[in-house]
């Protein structure tokens, strides 16, 4: 019998096929809405975990780390505002 295969990490590379699904906008509260907001808060959270080490607190984390995750974000993203940095 063969062995159960287990699923890998989440690499997110689901690439964006139209400018459509690349747009992201956000409340005042700094919560990605749209139709793409799903899509948007699972790159997101993968590419936190890429960079940020397991075991920090989220307050030991340097913020310069958090400012690059969202500056990477606008260049992949059509991101129109910064008020989901605050969120971030």
């Not at 509260?29 to 699972?42: L, R, V």
């Not at 960079?51 to 607190?57: A, L, N, Q």
């Amino acid at each position: 019998m063969s062995e159960k295969k287990k699923r890998g990490v989440s690499k997110c590379k689901k690439k964006l096929l139209n400018p459509d699904q690349s747009k992201v906008d956000f409340n005042e509260k700094g919560i990605a809405i749209d139709k793409n907001a799903g899509n948007f808060m699972s790159w997101i959270g993968v590419e936190c975990r890429r960079k940020i080490p397991y075991d920090k607190r989220a307050r030991k984390v340097n913020p310069k780390i958090y400012e690059d995750i969202w500056e990477y974000a606008k260049q992949i993203w059509d991101i129109p505002n910064d008020l989901g940095k605050k969120k971030l």
